[in-house]
Each structure stands twice: as C-alpha cells, then as structure tokens.
C-alpha cells in the first residue's frame, strides 16, 4: 500500500513538471468548455425549456461542463501511455521493482492534476458570466477531490483501452467514441428525467453521471441527499478500472 502511495506521489510529481514545461495543452483544451458555459449556457438560460428546478441553467450545465472537459483530458491520457510504449520508457517501468497495480494506479491518479487545473482555468470564467457557486471553500475543496478521483478511474479505463490499441490514431477514434456518449447519456446538460427510457437506464450505470451529481451538489445546489451514494460509485468504478487495467497493463508493450 504504501509503496503504491509514493509511486502515486512520483507520478504526480513528474505530471507536475510535465505542466511547468508546457501548459499549452491545458489552455487549449479549456476553450470547449469555456464555449459551453459561456454561449451555449447563455442561449439555452434565455429559452428556459429545460426544467432545472429553480436553477439558472448556466449554473445546472457549469459542473457537467467541468466534469466533460476534465473526463476529456483522462480518456485521453492513454495517449501517453501509447507513446511511452513506442518510446520504450513503458518498458523500464516494468522491469522496476514496483507492481503493475502500483504503475497503473500512478499513472492514472496523475492524470487529476491535469484536471484540477483545467478546473481552475473554466471556474473564474464561469464566475465572470454569472454562475452563482456557493460560498463555502470546504465544499470546493471536496468538489476538487471528487474531480481529482474520478479523473483517476476514468484515466485507468484509458489505459485499459490503451492496451488494446497498437496506434495513437486508433486510440483516438476510440477516445472519442467514448467521452461523448458518456457526456450525452449522462445528468450533464440535462436532468436524467427527460431522457427516453433507454438512456435512462443508461444513465444509472454511467460513472459521469454520479460524479456530475456530487460536483453539482457541493458547488452549486447544497443538495446532498445522494452524496454518500456518488461517493459510493465514484469509487467502485475507480477500483474497478484499476483492476482491469492493471491485469490488461502487460498487453500494451506485447
């Protein structure tokens, strides 16, 4: 355990370096999201057709908007793991004393960084055009732990898809294939009420949607009557993707 936990501090460590050498990615990848909030959200608060239960809309879509762009930069994340492999690094990594589980628990929790800062460059902007947040620094800190843990299931459900895929431009399409259906089926722009029966069901296995909804809860409704319950699947979906992943890791450099 413990030696999971310092792998886990040396991967975050060298994510951090990765950001001080270039933030560009970050700056980039912050504009879709900003998009979201600031054209879309307005357009779609001044039709009101989508019932949010007293909420501006602009304040209900900012946490699923946050949630997307962050779950966009994890799924993602197995790019670097492809391109490790090619480089050889992922090879070094094995033959280091230390296990699969350690490696790939390291891997994908370093992935949070790179959201909680993507989530710190679309929260003033989102203040700049009217979201109204609840003023309270404890529920941030738990809203930014939320983000930084899921972050870290979704960047280990890359890894498992990673292994599976022998070119980054494979991996993209598939990158792709899956953050958008998870966004879309998921409680992000819309309340799961409204969607047709299928998608509903959907939407009670989909991890966005519990994480959207503790996010939600914490940053701007105060609701946290199913908070306990996100919590509860956020992590079930994290251990699970660290298993799989870690049982697929070997597969990448084959």
Known sequence: ???????????????????????????????????????????????????????????????????????????????????????????????????????????????????????????????????????????????????FFASGGFAAASILVASFMKTRERFMGIGQAITMPLFFASNALYPVQLMPPILREFSIVNPLSYVVDAVRGLLITGNFSNLLGDLIAIAVFDMVMFILASISFRRIIE
């Open 1 to 147: 355990m413990m030696a999971t936990f310092k792998n886990m501090l040396a991967m975050i460590e060298l994510e951090l370096r990765r950001l001080g050498h270039d933030r560009t990615e970050i700056y980039s990848r912050a504009v879709q999201p900003i998009l979201w909030i600031v054209i879309y959200g307005n357009v779609m608060s001044s039709i009101r057709a989508i019932p949010t239960s007293g909420i501006p809309y602009i304040d209900f879509i900012t946490p699923g908007v946050i949630i997307q762009s962050t779950t966009f930069i994890s799924i993602f994340y197995g790019l670097t793991i492809v391109w490790e492999r090619d480089s050889g690094i992922l090879k070094k990594l094995l033959v280091a004393p230390v296990s699969r589980y350690s490696i790939v628990v390291g891997r994908a929790m370093a992935s949070g960084v790179r959201a909680i800062f993507q989530a710190l460059i679309i929260l003033p902007v989102a203040v700049i055009v009217g979201v109204r947040f609840l003023p309270n620094p404890m529920y941030l800190i738990l809203a930014f732990v939320v983000i």
